[in-house]
């Protein structure tokens, strides 16, 4: 333990955002990281305790508590505060193969699960991880290492978001040959284009991918795998297949009127504007815009945060953001102790610049749309909203949320963006394979396994769990790359 008095002696310090007025003019990110010196005193605070809940991974009822990578968080963070700064990269390394992303993503689960954050504030532990491997790429520590002996076995790695690129990243690390078909036109999956540059700029993705081309990894973009090549083809190049291709088929708002112009998914009106930006600069006509409307976002979680982000940085007239259900507390409720995942109200940046410019908050909870109305033209112009209730269901138990009659009420409308959650995988794929999927659309294995239906195919991330977050799709990946590498070499040291 570097400094035993270091959680007394210090307070939490957080890297400094920019203004919401002033971060709003562009597209990139906009924290100002702390000091070397200042990261030290914040990774001394680490109590290293007992039992480190941070780095558990383990769920508590129905919800991660503390890192599913199982991060060595103390070990690192003793380093960091010692600034042994090439052993804690390696130390960091080892349990995550992208630390550049989870960085700058992650809804940082190890600090809801910190021993610090039960009396107190949690230790900055994804900070400190950003202060780690910023100074390996600075340093040189986060090099190319490519592998000493190759096994002759040959690997397709099926989409290029987090799980792919992680299974790719260990099988590769392991001598197997591995190949990345990616649909879209760059690397990432939704690192590239779901997730916004304000929250994680594409040129940091495109430097871990060099790396990854530079250790052998090879990548082909803009082939849609199930169409552009058949999965036989690829069974019959390939020892293994893994299919990483997301969790795409977004759930839609089945409403009279939904057939109007303006009504779009939020991953596409995501992409657009992030596929515009690296290839146009953002030049109108090339992206969907909101540009001087009235959005309308349906979904209340990162998504449509990152959409009323998007929307303001566009110039829209005003934004609405709806929920369903009723607004979480803002602290901690009785029956929802440390150290389970908090489930309380979070004011993200997108709300924090919406208030900024509109003067209130932008979410609407308890309310759904009932109708899209168009005009003449086909337009969407107007919306119908109505008031919901969570009614108790005397036979399950369940809260079910219920419209109020009488409620309803219109807003002005002219871009809707659907950010509700997605249903599972796309099907074109799933059968291409011929992969059995469970009642969600899922990719079917057994409990803990990676294996399909199919032989020498496997699945990994949320194609096989359902949507999550990054942090599981790399869990997701590097668990099933384990179990590639068994089955094509009978034992694994990965």
């Known amino acids: 333990m570097g400094k035993p008095t270091g959680f007394l002696e210090y307070e939490r310090e957080e890297a400094k955002a920019a203004a919401p007025k002033e971060r709003m003019k562009h597209f990139h990110e906009f924290h100002e990281p702390l000091s070397l010196e200042k990261q030290k005193k914040q990774a001394a605070r680490c109590m290293e305790c007992g039992v480190p809940f941070c780095q558990n991974g383990k769920m508590l009822c129905g919800m991660a508590s503390g890192c599913p990578l199982n991060n060595l968080i103390p070990e690192w963070n003793d380093l960091l505060y010692h600034e042994n700064m090439e052993q804690a990269y390696h130390r960091l390394h080892k349990t995550n193969n992208f630390p550049e992303f989870t960085s700058r993503v992650c809804p940082a689960l190890c600090e809801k699960a910190c021993t610090c954050g039960l009396y107190g504030d949690a230790v900055s532990v994804r900070a400190n991880e950003y202060t780690i491997i910023e100074n390996a790429y600075e340093k040189g520590y986060a090099n190319a290492k490519k592998p000493h002996v190759r096994t002759g076995k040959k690997v397709a790695v099926i989409g290029s978001g987090p799980s792919g690129l992680a299974a790719a990243d260990q099988l590769n690390k392991r001598g197997h040959s591995v190949t990345v078909y990616e649909r879209d036109d760059r690397p990432g999956g939704l690192l590239m284009y779901g997730i916004p540059n304000m929250k994680l700029e594409k040129h940091i993705i495109d430097r871990k991918i060099n790396l990854m081309k530079e250790e052998g990894v090879e990548f082909q973009t803009g082939v849609n795998v199930g169409k552009d090549i058949t999965a036989a083809e690829l069974l019959k190049q390939y020892d293994r297949i893994v299919l990483a291709c997301g969790s795409r088929h977004a759930r839609d708002i089945n409403a009279p009127g939904r057939d109007a112009n303006g009504i779009h998914f939020a991953v596409d009106f995501l992409t657009s504007t992030t596929k515009s930006l690296l290839d146009h600069g953002l030049k109108e006509g090339t992206f969907i815009s909101a540009k001087d409307k009235d959005v309308v976002v349906i979904g209340g979680g990162d998504t449509g945060n990152d959409c009323v982000g998007t929307s303001i940085r566009h110039g829209a007239k005003s934004v609405l953001q709806l929920e369903m259900m009723p607004k979480a507390p803002d602290t901690r409720a009785a029956d929802n102790p440390w150290p389970e995942w908090p489930k309380i109200c979070k004011t993200d940046y997108g709300q924090e610049e919406a208030i900024a410019v509109f003067g209130s908050d932008p979410r609407v909870y308890q309310t759904t749309v009932k109708e899209f109305v168009k005009d003449q033209d086909g337009n969407l112009e107007k919306l119908i909203l109505v008031k919901l209730d ?46 059995e999927t469970d009642p969600r659309t899922n990719v079917k294995t057994k409990p803990g396994a990676h294996a399909t239906s199919v032989e020498h195919v496997f699945t990994a991330g949320d194609m096989h769990r359902g949507q999550s977050l990054v942090v599981w799709a790399i869990r997701e990946g590097r668990d099933c790359a384990k179990e590639v590498d068994r089955s094509l070499m009978g034992y694994t040291p990965l």
């Open 390 to 435: 969570a009614v108790k269901d005397e036979k399950t138990g369940r809260f079910n949320m219920v419209e109020i009659p009488g409620s309803e009420y219109e807003v002005d409308c002219q871009l809707v963006l659907i950010a509700a959650g997605f249903l599972g995988s796309e099907d074109y794929v799933t059968k291409a394979f011929q992969v």
